[in-house]
C-alpha cells in the first residue's frame, strides 16, 4: 500500500504519520476577493484543490516529486482508499514503496487539475456568485492557469523547490509550462509521451469529441447539473474517439483484429453496433467513462490542451528553455502517433541549443500514446527513470545540498 502523508494546518511542515491507505485531501487556496486571475484576465476564487500525498517529506523538504497527471486522470495516482476497493490508483504500478517513484526515499504529490471534476474547482464546482454549477460559465483556462494552482498547492504545504516534476501528454505540457514559468521551482523534469504543442492533428480529434458533446440533446448548453440524465451519449462519444488516438494501429490489432463479439458468422444488421470485439471495446471504455468525468470539464481541458504552444509565446522554444533552471529527461515511444517521437525531439533540439542538461530516449513499444501506463511497459520506464531520480536527489536542488540515497 502506498504511504498516506496528510497535511497540517499551513503553520507547521503538514507531515503526519503514514497511513494504511491512501486519503484525498482538500485545500482552499486563492480565497475572495483576491482569487485567481487566469490568463483571459477573468477571476475565480475561492478554488478548492483536491490532492493525494505519498511517502514522508524530509527534514530539508528536498525530496519532492510532483506528479502532473493526463486529459482524463485525477490525484489518485497510487494505493487504495479502502480495502474493497476494485483498482489502486492510475500509476500505482509505478508509484510506492520500492518502485520507481519510492515512496521509502521521495514524498509525492499528486493534485486534480483546475477545470478538473474529482474534487478541484471545475465547472460542476458550485460558483460563489450564484449559488449554482458554474457549467457553461466557468472561466476559459490554460495550461499556465493550471500550473499557477500546482505552485499555490506548494506554497500551502510549504513546500519551496521539488526535486522534480513528472507528468505525460497533457501533464507532460503542463510539465514544460512550469519549468519555463516558474524555474526556480523545478529541480529536474520527466516529460513522457508529450510535446510543446498539440499538432493540428490532435486539434482535430479534439474538435470531433466536443462536437460530440454539443450535439448531445441532453447536454442542455452545459446546463445539466440538476437534470436527472446526463449528457452521456455525447461524452461516451468523445471517450471513444480519444481513446483510439491514445493506441495503436499494431495494439488494436494484436487484441481484436477483425474478432466477432458474438459467434464466427456476420449478423448482417446494420442496427448492430457492437459486432466486431474492437466495436464493443470502444463502447465499453465509453460508458465506464461518463461514470467518472463531466462533460463541461471534458470541453474545458480539451480546449486548455488546443491552445498550449510554448514556442508561440517565447519567440521558440529555445528562447523558451533558455529561462530553465532544470535537468530534463524526455521518453517518447515509437509507436505513439498522437505525440510522435519527432515532437520529443523537437523539445530535445531546443534544449541542446539553449544550452540545457537533457536526456532522451525513444521506447519500443507496441501500446502507443498510453504505453506509459500500460503495467507490463513499466519496467522499461522504471528503468530511465528510477536512476535519473535517485542521481538528482544525490546531487541536491538546493546550491550546497548533497542528500544521500538510502
Excluded at 465499453?284 to 468525468?293: A, C, L, M, N, S
Excluded at 534544449?351 to 507496441?366: D, G, I, K, M, N
Aim: with cysteine; net charge neutral.
Amino acid at each position: 500500500m502506498a504511504t498516506e502523508l496528510a497535511a497540517q494546518s499551513s503553520s507547521e511542515s503538514r507531515v503526519s504519520n503514514s497511513m494504511e491507505f491512501v486519503k484525498r485531501q482538500v485545500a482552499t487556496l486563492f480565497e475572495l476577493p483576491a482569487g485567481l486571475v487566469l490568463e483571459s484576465g477573468a477571476t475565480i476564487g475561492p478554488i478548492q484543490v483536491a490532492y493525494e500525498t505519498y511517502g514522508t517529506l524530509s527534514a530539508r523538504k528536498d525530496n519532492v516529486i510532483y506528479i502532473c497527471h493526463a486529459l482524463t486522470g485525477d490525484a489518485h495516482v497510487s494505493g487504495r482508499y479502502t480495502a474493497s476497493d476494485r483498482k489502486p490508483g492510475w500509476w500505482d504500478g509505478f508509484v510506492g514503496p520500492g518502485k520507481a517513484i519510492d515512496t521509502n526515499k521521495y514524498f509525492v504529490i499528486c493534485s486534480n487539475v483546475l477545470g478538473g471534476c474529482q474534487g478541484t474547482t471545475g465547472p460542476g464546482s458550485l460558483d460563489p456568485e450564484t449559488g449554482v454549477p458554474y457549467g457553461p460559465d466557468f472561466p476559459f483556462i490554460t495550461i499556465r492557469d493550471i500550473v499557477c494552482v500546482h505552485n499555490a498547492l506548494l506554497d500551502y504545504l510549504g513546500i519551496e523547490r521539488t526535486l522534480a516534476v513528472i507528468g505525460g501528454s497533457l501533464g507532460g505540457m503542463q510539465i514544460l509550462e512550469w519549468a519555463v514559468s516558474r524555474p526556480e521551482r523545478v529541480g529536474s523534469a520527466v516529460l513522457l509521451a508529450s510535446g510543446a504543442k498539440l499538432k493540428a492533428q490532435g486539434i482535430a480529434f479534439n474538435a470531433v469529441g466536443r462536437r460530440a458533446i454539443y450535439a448531445d440533446p441532453l447536454f442542455r448548453g452545459g446546463r445539466y447539473y440538476r437534470e436527472e440524465e446526463k449528457p452521456k451519449f455525447g461524452l461516451a462519444l468523445a471517450r471513444m474517439i480519444a481513446h483510439i488516438t491514445y493506441l495503436s494501429e499494431q495494439s488494436i490489432e494484436l487484441k481484436f483484429g477483425r474478432k466477432l463479439q458474438n459467434g464466427d458468422q456476420f449478423e448482417y444488421n446494420l442496427r448492430s453496433e457492437t459486432e466486431f470485439q474492437v466495436e464493443s471495446y470502444l463502447h465499453y471504455q465509453g460508458r465506464k467513462f461518463v461514470d467518472r468525468f463531466d462533460a463541461n470539464s471534458y470541453l474545458t481541458l480539451t480546449r486548455a490542451m488546443d491552445y498550449f504552444d510554448l514556442a508561440e509565446r517565447h519567440g521558440s522554444l529555445a528562447e523558451a528553455f533558455a529561462k530553465t533552471q532544470a535537468r530534463f529527461l524526455v521518453v517518447a515511444y515509437n509507436s505513439d502517433w498522437l505525440f510522435p517521437t519527432s515532437q520529443s525531439l523537437e523539445i530535445v533540439r531546443a534544449l541542446v541549443e539553449a544550452r540545457r542538461h537533457v536526456t532522451f530516449y525513444e521506447l519500443q513499444s507496441p501500446y502507443g500514446h498510453d504505453a506509459f501506463l500500460v503495467d507490463s511497459e513499466l519496467p522499461k520506464l522504471e528503468r530511465l527513470v528510477a536512476p535519473f531520480l535517485a542521481r538528482r536527489f544525490q546531487d541536491g536542488i538546493f546550491e550546497g545540498t548533497s542528500s544521500a540515497v538510502k
